[in-house]
Each structure stands twice: as structure tokens, then as C-alpha cells.
């Protein structure tokens, strides 16, 4: 499966010259270098993926070896060291005016960025490690987020900064503050010159922590940019002529691959040094300044989710194509793919791709008149009876997608979102509006793509919070040398998980949670319901429905709400019932009624296939030592569950079987991940044998 940004019209709109940004990025990226070390650039220019490390394949399996071991721990006697030097400075700036608070930060980020630029291979570590180095910085951000925002940064917050200007992986328990913890990190990097990328998982979240930061930005003279989907090209890059620019990962990446269109970046140095020689003044590559100005330091929050689960699918930008898949094939291909039988005509692999059986193609009706010769062919007929087959057994409505206004809306299942403008490749997308007897839309063409592994390695520096990274950690340092640093929790939880309820089949199941959802909410507790998918929420919400039981749901149709139902599920007696959209980064804030009561309850109705987005679930709740309550009351009739052979089922406790297939479902995962981004690499040496670099 492929995930496509259309461009609409053509290339010229999303390409247009903008106007002067209103703050401009001064470009000195020397501290991101410096803190890079010397592992960070393998590379001609400052758009290109990181090369080949030095070394055979004998170092770099040793070097790989260091992401089987676990990840680090941050030790409290160096948290509070550090607190307790911060604090230090901090009694001296407090009587500052403004205006000499935020002149104290200058010479205080030079004299780091001098000891970090430093000869020696460990002067940039040894720098980080200095607290009389890196006090200052913190303190004067500190008192500025005091002022501005009304927090002072506990001491696990200053020491997960830390960690992320080293270009490391923070791991913080979910409700620790991560917000806050990439403003400061952004703040001292952007304060000295480097252009900072805070990288979120959806456009909601993007613009909720960049409004919610900017007040800290603005008291250094910094400012704060955010890109948005629908956005047009003159806005987009004045987002990305700020310092510290809020982005989604996907957003991000399309855009980098609009630039590269456009050509900016796509010769290497040393060429595009030699076209300056020939050509003087035409801008290199290309005319027109790109939309992404620099590539210096990246904080991605939610890191897991987008350098790992977002990774699965390379992202490809397309434009409409006539003539690629002609409506009446089409429109055979799905009635054709109804007429064949699972295991006689065709197989469902645990890949969620499509094995056709020999004489498959045979069993189909006839191809209508009038299409061209090719598809008359069995190789043809039988690639397009695949993607049918897909459409019909492997996309679900109202679960992988949505029909909006008469249109096939594509639903992210790891946040619970619509991707409004993104379609499926190859034909797949209008043989699901085929499927669901929608307006079919023109086919496309693929213009550029690129994978987040890819992507993400052309940063000079890149680091990423997240509170489950644990179980990513190999991954993360094979694939992008992230190292994961684990940090603990500024207050002890108090969440309670209840034993898990094992029911015999989904309308048991709904029952049961509209029980205890009900009973927790007459007792005062707020209460949120977990689903997967939109149809599973809007199942339960039936129930409660049916019930007369009052309460709220959240998930893709209902999006343009978000902002209200979340600020309400904190709420005493208020059952909300979500997608995955009220997983990563919603903070739910009970009243103090709620909190009397024991605190938010979760409820997850089903497992997912990776348990890091369950354990993001329950983290909604007993957040900064706050009570709350977690449970899970779930079917065995579950899909997770019945794809299990049936021998394990026979034999293995429910719990066993649930952390079995979740293991199965990860290593299918990663397997997937690796394959994509084999595939992207053998593309790209391909197309740069033929003389151009994607």
C-alpha cells in the first residue's frame, strides 16, 4: 500500500514564489553540527540522506549491535545536580526586567556551542555533560517559560532538554510535560542559529503545542511557524522561514518532495557548485527559494509513532493521469474479484496482500469491449483482480476509510484520523469507490516519493520524545542511530489497572462496557472509552444510545470537534467514547470533582497490534501523579485474536495469545518496514544510475 498527496492542477500552484518571510532563519547551524559529532554527515549537501558508514560489514554488525542493548536510564543524582544548577542561576535572573533576561541567553549558548565546536571527538558530549556549560541556557529559558507561560520546568523536564540536544531519544511516562520539554530544547537551538524542526504526528497537535509555546518563542525574538494541511505555498514557506517551525511528519515530507521537484537539492555539491560556475546567479538546480529553507535539527514528538508506525508506506507524490486505469476496468474488476471464493481462487496472506491461485484469472467473466489490448493479457488482468480482491477483503469501511460528502476519505488507523487529499496508489483507491458505488476519481501518476527513513536521515541532528520507545529501540538505532535514553517519572503513578474481562463475543463485550462506563460515571469519574476503528465507536456509542446514558464521541467524522470533546472528558461523570485520535498527545484534564472520584478511567475495548499504542492509551490517565484507572474488557471473538491458529487458541490462556499475536504482528511489521525501505534504496541507486537523484 501506498500513501499519495495529490497535486491539484498541475505543479505550478504548490510552486509559486512567496512573498519575504516575516522572520528569516540566519542559517548558522554550527552548534547542531557540533552536537552531531562526527557520525552525523556522510553526505555532498545538506538535503542528502546520510551515506554509508566507514568501515565494512563487520563494523557496521558491531555497530548494529548496540541497539540490542537497553536503552539508558537517566540516574537521579545527575537530574539533580543539574536542577540544582539551574536553580543556581536561576535566583540571579530572577530579578531581571525582560528585556536582560533574554540578552542573557546569547553568551550563554556561545560559550557552549564554543566548547561543543571544540576539537576532540567527545568535546560535544563532554559540553552537554557540563552543568556549568548548560545551566545558564536552561535557567534563562526556565524563568522566560515561568514569565510567559506560567510553568517552571521540573527537574526531569530539564534533563529530557538535555537529552534531546545531545540527539537522543527521550522516553518520558506519558503526562510528564513533553510539550514543554521540546520548546525548550527548540529555544536553544533556534536562539543560536539552527533552524528547528518540532515534528508532530497530526496537524491538531502541530497547531495546539505551537500556539501553546509561542509565548516562550516570542520573549527571545524567535517566534514560532506552524504548517497546516490546505495550506498554499506562500504560507508554507513563511511557516518554514521561522526558526522553530510546527509540522506533521507527513506534511513535512511532501513538501520536501515538492523542493525536490522543483529542484532544489537534487544535484549533488560538487555539481551544483560546478553549474554556479557556468551559470552564475540562476539558483543552482532550480529558480524560486524551496519551501523547506534547511534540514538542521529535528524534534519528533511521538517518535515511535512517526519514525516507526507512520514508516510502514513510502510517501508518494502523484498528480491526476488519464488513461491509466480506464473506468470500465474498473468497474469489471470488482464484480469480477465477488464472483471468486477465499481458498479456492484466491488466498488472504498475514501480510495483508493477495495470492492468487492458478486459473483464477480463467474463472472471470470477460473483459468489456473497447479496453486497451494489455489488459487482455493474464499478468495485467491478474494484477488489477489482486487489487480488487484487496479492496473487497483488506479495506474496511469505516475503518481503514470513510465516505465523506459522497467521497472516499483514507482514516490513519494509528491516530483515528481522516487524510483528506491522500489516496491509495495503483488503482486501489478507485476500485474501493468502485466498491462502495461512489464518483470514481482520475487515476494518477507518481511524480516523486520517499520513505521516513530516508527522509529523516538528512537532518544534521535528530532527536525525538515519546513515551513508548522501549520496544522500538533496536529499530530506531539500526535505522536512524537514535539512541533511546529512558527517564523517570517526576512524580510515582498512581494509575490502578484492573484485571483484564475476557467476554465470549462483541455485543457481550458492549454490554459490559457500557456497564462499567456507566456505574464509574454515576460514582463521578470521567470516563474514556478506547476503540479502534469508527465502526467500533460508533457500536458502543449505540449502547450507551440505547441506554439513554448520556455521552460524547470523538472519532474521524466528528474531527472538526476535537478541540471541545477533549477539554470536556475531563469532566466529572462524562463518558467519552474515541478512535485512537484521543490516544497520543490528548491531554484530558479531570476536575478536582474527577480526581476526588479516583481520577480518569480507560477503557480499552480492544488490542491493538502493537502494544506501544495500547500503553499510549492507558497513559491518558494518573498522569503527573495524578489517581486514575485503566481496564481492559475486550472479545475473544476479536481480530487481533482470530487470526491465531486455532491450536493456540485451543492451548494458550487469552493473555498468552494476546501478547503472541501482538509479537507476530510487530515482526510482520518490521519486516514490512525493512522490505520498503530495501526497496527505496534499490529505486533510488537505479534512478541515480540513470542520472538523477530522487
Not at 535572573?93 to 556561545?110: S, Y
Not at 513538501?255 to 551544483?272: C, F
Not at 514490512?672 to 529505486?683: F, N, P, S, V
Request: charged share 20%; net charge positive.
Amino acid at each position: 500500500m501506498y500513501e499519495s498527496l495529490s497535486l491539484p492542477g498541475g505543479l505550478s500552484s504548490p510552486l509559486e514564489l512567496a512573498v519575504t518571510p516575516v522572520r528569516a532563519i540566519t542559517g548558522d547551524a554550527t552548534l547542531a553540527r557540533a552536537l552531531a559529532g562526527s557520525s552525523f554527515r556522510r553526505a555532498d549537501t545538506a538535503r542528502d540522506e546520510r551515506g554509508a558508514e566507514p568501515g565494512g560489514a563487520a563494523e557496521r554488525f558491531l555497530r548494529n549491535l548496540a541497539g540490542w542493548w537497553p536503552p539508558g536510564h537517566g540516574r537521579a543524582g545527575a537530574i539533580a545536580a543539574l536542577d540544582a544548577a539551574i536553580a543556581q542561576q536561576a535566583t540571579s535572573l530572577r530579578p531581571l526586567p525582560d528585556d536582560e533576561l533574554a540578552q542573557r541567553l546569547a553568551p550563554a549558548l556561545a560559550a557552549l556551542k564554543a566548547r561543543a565546536a571544540a576539537p576532540g571527538a567527545t568535546a560535544a558530549r563532554r559540553a552537554l555533560a557540563d552543568d556549568r556549560l548548560l545551566a545558564p541556557v536552561l535557567a534563562a529559558i526556565g524563568e522566560a517559560a515561568r514569565r510567559r507561560l506560567g510553568l517552571w520546568p521540573h527537574p526531569v523536564q530539564f534533563a529530557a532538554a538535555r537529552v534531546l540536544l545531545s540527539g537522543t531519544l527521550a522516553e518520558m511516562g506519558t503526562g510528564e510535560g513533553k510539550t514543554l520539554v521540546a520548546a525548550i530544547a527548540a529555544t536553544a537551538m533556534a536562539a543560536s542559529g539552527v533552524a528547528v524542526h518540532v515534528i508532530s504526528t497530526n496537524d491538531y497537535l502541530a497547531r495546539r503545542d505551537c500556539e501553546e509555546m509561542s509565548p516562550l518563542f516570542n520573549f527571545f525574538g524567535l517566534g514560532g511557524g506552524v504548517v497546516q494541511g490546505g495550506m498554499q505555498a506562500d504560507d508554507r514557506r513563511q511557516a518554514y522561514a521561522h526558526p522553530i517551525c510546527y509540522v506533521s511528519g507527513k506534511e513535512l515530507v511532501f513538501d520536501y518532495l515538492k523542493d525536490r521537484l522543483a529542484g532544489h537539492g537534487v544535484l549533488p555539491a560538487q555539481l551544483s557548485q560546478l553549474q554556479q560556475l557556468v551559470r552564475p546567479g540562476q539558483g543552482g538546480a532550480g529558480a524560486g527559494r524551496p519551501l523547506i529553507p534547511a534540514l538542521h535539527f529535528a524534534i519528533v514528538d511521538e517518535a515511535d509513532s512517526v519514525l516507526i508506525d507512520e514508516a510502514r508506506t513510502p510517501m508518494i507524490l502523484s498528480r491526476e493521469a488519464t488513461g491509466v486505469h480506464p473506468p470500465a476496468l474498473l468497474h469489471w474488476a470488482v464484480p469480477a474479484a465477488r464472483t471468486l471464493q477465499a481458498g479456492r481462487h484466491f488466498q488472504l496472506r498475514p501480510d495483508r496482500s493477495v495470492e492468487l491461485v492458478a486459473g483464477a484469472v480463467a474463472a472471470c467473466p470477460p473483459l468489456p469491449e473497447g479496453l486497451p489490448a494489455a489488459w487482455r493479457s493474464t499478468p495485467w488482468r491478474a494484477q488489477i483482480l489482486r487489487q480488487a480482491l484487496s479492496a473487497l477483503h483488506l479495506f474496511n469501511l469505516d475503518q481503514h476509510y470513510i465516505l465523506a460528502e459522497g467521497k472516499v476519505q483514507i482514516v490513519d488507523e494509528s491516530t483515528g484520523r481522516v487524510m483528506p487529499d491522500r489516496s491509495w496508489e495503483q488503482g486501489l483507491h478507485q476500485l474501493i469507490e468502485a466498491k462502495e458505488g461512489v464518483e470514481l476519481t482520475p487515476g494518477r501518476e507518481t511524480l516523486a516519493r520517499m520513505t521516513f527513513q530516508r527522509f529523516f536521515r538528512r537532518y544534521y541532528l535528530l532527536s525525538g520524545l515519546t513515551g513508548t520507545a522501549a520496544e522500538a529501540a533496536r529499530e530506531l538505532w539500526t535505522v536512524y542511530r537514535l539512541p533511546v535514553h529512558r527517564l523517570p517519572p517526576n512524580r510515582p503513578s498512581q494509575r490502578r489497572r484492573a484485571p483484564d474481562r475476557w467476554l465470549p463475543d462483541t455485543a457481550a463485550k458492549w454490554q459490559a462496557v457500557a456497564d462499567v462506563a456507566a456505574a464509574a460515571a454515576a460514582r463521578g469519574q470521567p470516563v474514556l472509552v478506547g476503540t479502534r476503528s469508527v465502526e467500533a465507536s460508533e457500536q458502543v456509542a449505540a449502547e450507551f444510545q440505547r441506554r439513554g446514558v448520556a455521552h460524547g464521541v470523538l472519532n474521524a467524522r466528528q474531527d472538526a470537534e476535537e478541540a471541545q470533546i477533549v477539554a470536556a472528558a475531563g469532566l466529572a461523570g462524562r463518558i467519552t467514547v474515541a478512535t485512537n485520535m484521543a490516544g497520543r498527545g490528548t491531554d484530558i484534564r479531570p476536575d478536582a470533582a474527577a480526581l476526588a472520584a479516583g481520577g480518569l478511567l480507560v477503557i480499552l475495548t480492544e488490542y491493538h497490534e502493537s502494544p506501544r499504542i495500547d500503553r499510549q492509551l492507558f497513559g491518558r490517565s494518573g498522569r503527573q501523579g495524578q489517581p486514575g484507572q485503566g481496564a481492559a474488557i475486550v472479545s475473544a471473538a476479536d481480530p487481533l485474536l482470530d487470526k491465531l491458529p486455532a491450536l493456540l487458541r485451543a492451548v494458550l490462556p487469552l493473555a498468552a495469545q494476546v501478547r503472541w499475536a501482538q509479537s507476530r504482528a510487530e515482526r510482520r511489521a518490521l519486516r514490512a518496514r525493512m522490505q520498503t525501505l530495501k526497496q527505496d534504496r534499490e529505486l533510488n541507486r537505479l534512478i541515480g544510475m540513470a542520472g538523477r537523484v530522487t
